[in-house]
């Protein structure tokens, strides 16, 4: 069957669908994907739809376009349609995580340049490998107003401003991943052009570079937009404003949100109830608090807040456009308080452990913070904290414990991060031994004869460098003997 005959299928189903269902006040569903398609999907047409783009070209307003997980290589176009351009399941971070839309460095990702309201959504995907002139992941031209939620924005590079997200007029951005994006220019997160209005909520917006100002975000002249509970962190602009930047005239309302280790964390405008690490000027706005907020981990990119920060409690409920939800599509409560950042701790069993990563991990909540589910020899609270997997104790699979390589200061999410044996040197009547050592643990020589029972050898030792060397006489009789080092808790 030739190219145009296939088409011409493609464009039949989509008729026929769209006419089935609209009269049901529905929009059609359209499908594209890599591998075969539910039974339903392939209903009146005979291949599969196999690019974004051309989905969103045969759709209407009204559809809904859902992608299967897998890497596209596009520049999409929303093209003024009114319609959901989606993954399998936006609210399950591995389904985000691998359902990929790559820019393949020639422009920017994802446009909206016609129009496109508040019911042109782009939802449930990783963005990355942008590179435009105005916005390297997504592109939002005067006068569009789409929305833009669950997204991982990552990776994006702007030659002029918004590595991530270029706002022209307005964008409803929310419950969004925006890192590692660049700007050559301006706003290495988001880039909010003159007069503009975006809502951006509940979202996680880290290491981002912009060459001049606004790492995290830039509000230009006369920007009236709404930034309300995000967290904005380790982010970089050796000119002003690393986490947000708001001058000449723009006067953004920004609530509840973290703003820490931005170098300059705001610039040019001030907050309300937020925690911000600089004192001083704009920063003291009303309900304003200094205190870190404990991330998790933020270099495993985990800034979610443990539940000893200082940000529970700490916002309030009476900002503008107040989201609905958290990050983790969490309710935020609509009474009294709320908390400051993108998350909302919950923790209604009250045992230090967040609700959304026990159910992660055990789809229940019946754990806490003390207990040590996997026996590693590490606590759920402190797998939490390192990024583990507590229902498996060797989380990297290299044969040791997650609980003895945290001790011993080893890796244990990679398999190539082992404490080692450096060196070994046998004579006649001793052997000495070199190891690998972390400023402040305790070393434990032994021998064993057996393999079965150990023995300590003299006292422990404290290490004061990066190794730690002992020498260990034989006896004559001995003919074979063992030997191993132990990190002491």
């Known amino acids: 069957m030739g190219l145009r005959k296939i088409r011409r299928c493609v464009g039949m189903f989509v008729q026929l669908a769209a006419f089935a269902v609209h009269l049901c006040g529905w929009g059609a569903v359209l499908y594209v994907g890599k591998s075969d398609l539910p039974r339903e999907a392939r209903i009146g047409v005979e291949r599969r739809l196999i690019s974004i783009q051309s989905a969103i070209d045969a759709a209407r307003d009204g559809d809904t376009v859902i992608i299967q997980p897998g890497r596209y290589e596009e520049n999409i176009h929303f093209k003024g349609r009114a319609i959901t351009v989606r993954s399998e399941d936006p609210e399950d971070p591995a389904v985000v995580a691998s359902t990929i839309i790559d820019g393949r460095g020639a422009g920017t990702v994802v446009t909206f340049n016609s129009d496109e309201r508040e019911s042109s959504v782009i939802s449930g995907f990783t963005i990355t490998n942008g590179r435009g002139e105005w916005g390297g992941g997504i592109q939002c031209a005067m006068w569009t107003v789409p929305t833009v939620r669950n997204n991982r924005i990552i990776g994006n590079t702007a030659l002029r401003g918004g590595g991530g997200i270029y706002c022209a007029y307005s964008v409803t951005a929310t419950r969004n991943i925006i890192a590692f994006n660049q700007s050559n220019f301006e706003g290495g997160g988001v880039y909010a052009e003159v007069s503009s209005w975006p809502l951006i909520t509940s979202n996680y917006i880290f290491r981002n570079e ?280």
């Not at 309030?316 to 009474?335: H, K, Q, R, W, Y």
């Open 210 to 489: 912009a060459s001049t100002y606004g790492g995290g975000v830039f509000c230009h002249s006369f920007c009236v937009g709404r930034i309300i509970n995000n967290t904005i962190a380790d982010n970089s602009a050796p000119m002003g404003g690393g986490g947000i930047y708001a001058a000449f005239g723009a006067y953004p309302d920004i609530w509840n949100c973290v703003l820490w280790a931005n170098g300059d964390d705001l610039f040019g405008w001030g907050a309300a109830n937020s925690c911000i690490e600089d004192v001083g000027a704009e920063n003291e706005g009303p309900g304003n608090i200094h205190l870190n907020p404990l991330f998790v981990n933020p270099v495993l990119e985990d800034y979610h807040i443990l539940a000893s920060s200082s940000c529970i409690g700490a916002g309030t409920i009476s900002a503008p456009s107040m989201p609905v939800l958290d990050f983790d599509g969490e309710p935020i409560p609509d009474f009294f308080v709320a908390d400051i950042g993108a998350d909302e701790f919950f923790d209604t069993d009250s045992d230090d452990l967040a609700d959304v990563w026990e159910n992660k991990w055990f789809g229940n909540l019946g754990e806490s913070g003390g207990d040590d589910s996997d026996d590693d020899q590490l606590s759920n609270e402190n797998e939490l904290i390192v990024g583990t997997d507590p229902t498996n104790p060797d989380t990297d699979g290299d044969s040791c414990l997650d609980g003895v390589e945290f001790f011993a200061d080893t890796d244990p999410l990679d398999p190539e991060s082992l404490f080692k044996i450096l060196g070994l040197s046998v004579s006649a009547s001793k052997v000495t031994l070199e190891w690998s050592t972390v400023r402040g643990r305790w070393y434990q020589t032994q021998f064993s004869d057996d393999l079965q029972s150990w023995t300590p050898i003299g006292q422990a030792f404290s290490a004061i460098g990066d190794t730690l060397q002992s020498t260990i006489a034989i006896p004559k009789s001995i003919l074979v003997r063992f030997f191993r080092v132990e990190v002491l808790p």
